[in-house]
């Protein structure tokens, strides 16, 4: 069975501080790998990688996979009281296109 | 206009009861499904419908039971509610052959059984 583990679940620090979000994944016929926001109420994307060692950036938020080792990273910088959500990552197969969400981090900004 | 929306918004209802959930999309995608997200925040997979087609359809219980009148529209229909359906419940679409896959979630339908 696909399976995605997000760490750590939970984190909270101060505002300006720089964060760095983990998921793995094994997956059967991987794809890529997506990361969404969810705030209050529907996630909300924010990247799609497919090839390794490539990083997407926008704004202070970036986010790089690596194929090899089976994991993807999302970092962001200066954070913001808005940043404050849950970070989902998804892995995307081929075939039935099916999206296999992670756990979840709930990232809390202190102002 | 909402790309994607959902009615009702909320639901509360009692243990045994019938429900249905609705959601259409005006994107004028092709790929619409159901996510249920539990109260630690996991989002899983129940249904995927392409063209009115059923692509996916995870271990979910018979009771859940989609519906796709035509592609911009793909409905819930829940018999016999338990108490672990209470969930928020999220519909979503996209269209295929897209380079960038994003899917278009609704504001989600928490669903509340007593």
């Known amino acids: 069975e696909d399976k995605v583990v997000q760490s750590p679940l939970s984190l909270v620090v101060h505002e300006g501080d720089t964060v760095t979000l983990n998921c793995s994944y094994e997956v059967t016929n991987f794809r890529s790998l997506l990361w969404y926001k969810q705030e209050k109420k529907a996630p909300t994307f924010l990247f799609m990688l497919t090839s390794s060692g490539i990083e997407k950036k926008s704004g202070r938020l970036s986010s790089i996979l690596d194929k090899k080792e089976l994991f993807s990273i999302l970092n962001i910088t200066a954070t913001q009281t808005g940043d404050s959500a849950v970070y989902l990552c998804a892995s995307l197969n081929f075939g039935n296109e099916k999206l296999t969400f992670g756990t979840g981090t709930r990232l809390t900004i202190i102002p | 206009d909402t790309a994607v929306s959902q009615t009702p918004k909320y639901l509360v209802t009692q243990m045994g009861n019938d429900k249905s959930i609705k959601c259409e999309q005006n994107l004028g995608h092709d790929t619409m499904y159901w996510y249920k997200q539990d109260s630690k925040k996991f989002l899983k997979i129940m249904f995927s419908?392409?063209?009115?087609?059923?692509?996916i359809n995870e271990t979910v219980p018979n009771r859940f039971s989609p519906k796709s009148p035509d592609k911009a529209h793909l409905n819930l229909h829940i018999n016999s509610l338990e108490l672990g359906d209470s969930a928020v419940y999220f519909c979503?679409?996209?269209?295929?052959?897209?380079?960038?896959?994003?899917?278009?979630f609704g504001p989600g339908t928490r669903l509340t059984v007593t």
């Open positions: 979503a679409s996209r269209q295929t052959g897209q380079v960038n896959y994003e899917q278009y």
């Open positions: 419908y392409n063209n009115k087609e059923l692509i």
